[in-house]
């Protein structure tokens, strides 16, 4: 079993940036596809993010291409998500996520162990 732990959410001028990171306990961590999720109040949970076991592929939804960039340190048992150029329709609760599986990696239903969440607040 895992458990994750996310920190790094905040209060963040629009154009600004935040690193969000997840600490997983458990010596099995390179063993899982972590991904990112977000859910905004009255919204589905949405994809962001993922990456695989060892970094080597990641993928992103539409809005966070270009500007989020998803990394992992097995070493560390952290999974990051550098945020830059917020806007405010990124004001949600982020969540990482992981799963044995790689893929489908939009789904969370997929994923198998969650954080409970980092507060990310964008204002105008």
């Known amino acids: 079993q895992v458990q994750l732990q996310e920190s790094g959410g905040g209060l963040v001028q629009a154009g600004g940036s935040l690193r969000l990171s997840c600490v997983a306990s458990g010596r099995t961590f390179s063993s899982y596809v972590m991904g990112w999720f977000r859910q905004a109040p009255g919204k589905e949970r949405e994809f962001v993010a993922a990456i695989s076991w060892s970094g080597n592929n990641t993928e992103y939804a539409d809005s966070a291409k270009g500007r989020f960039t998803i990394s992992r340190d097995n070493a560390k048992n952290t999974v990051y998500l550098q945020m830059n150029s917020l806007k405010p329709e990124d004001t949600a609760v982020y969540y990482c996520?992981?799963?044995?599986?790689?893929?489908?990696?939009?789904?969370?239903?997929?994923?198998?162990?969650w954080g409970q969440g980092t507060q990310v607040t964008v204002s105008s």
């Open positions: 996520a992981a799963e044995r599986d790689w893929g489908p990696y939009v789904d969370y239903t997929s994923y198998d162990y």
